[in-house]
């Protein structure tokens, strides 16, 4: 059997980068995100980032 494609729970999240390019945007730190979410949050976030796909996209799933 082929494998199947994987497709994003929400496909209308994928995210359209405009201007600089990072999956963590700027405003994370400059509207003060990152200190209210704290180092578990953050974590979360760099998580995320780091696992995303060229569209930006973080998917997880059991094969």
Do not use: C, N
């Not at 999956?23 to 180092?39: S, T, V, Y």
């Amino acid at each position: 059997m082929g494998k199947r494609p994987i497709i994003p729970p929400v496909p209308d999240f994928v995210r359209q980068p405009t201007g600089r390019f990072g999956w963590l945007e700027d405003r994370l730190l400059h509207d003060d995100w990152l200190a209210r979410l704290g180092p578990e949050g953050t974590s979360v976030l760099v998580l995320l980032a780091l696992a995303a796909d060229r569209h930006g996209a973080s998917f997880y799933g059991r094969e």
